[in-house]
């Protein structure tokens, strides 16, 4: 079992910036794949960022390519999603995802674990 937990969001100006985090538990983390999705109602989970818990590939969603950085501390257990210029399409609740299959995830039906999501709304 896998438990993530997310923190960070919040209501930011159209330009301004958040991290996200996301602390996981559970396991041994070093073959798991992660990953951050948002959703806005009435669509499914879009992927966001995803990385391999050994760090060495990381992916990204077109919608957010040099502007999100995905990243995580070992000593931590943590997974963090930095978001820099954002507008308000980015508004939506985003979930930490941990999938137990290798590879460049970013189909939500391919993850095994979430949170519980947190809200991020940016205001234009």
């Known amino acids: 079992q896998v438990q993530l937990v997310e923190s960070g969001g919040g209501l930011v100006q159209a330009g301004g910036s958040l991290r996200l985090s996301c602390a996981t538990s559970?396991?041994?983390?070093?073959?798991?794949?992660m990953a951050w999705f948002r959703q806005t109602p009435g669509k499914e989970r879009e992927f966001v960022a995803g990385?391999?818990?050994?760090?060495?590939?990381?992916w990204y969603g077109d919608s957010v390519k040099d502007r999100f950085t995905i990243s995580r501390d070992d000593a931590k257990n943590t997974v963090y999603l930095q978001m820099n210029s954002l507008k308000a399409a980015d508004t939506a609740v985003y979930y930490c995802?941990?999938?137990?299959?290798?590879?460049?995830?970013?189909?939500?039906?391919?993850?095994?674990?979430w949170g519980q999501g947190v809200q991020v709304t940016v205001s234009s």
């Open positions: 995802g941990a999938s137990t299959n290798w590879g460049y995830l970013s189909d939500s039906q391919q993850y095994d674990y």
């Open positions: 559970g396991r041994t983390f070093d073959s798991l794949t």
């Open positions: 990385m391999w818990w050994s760090g060495r590939n990381i």
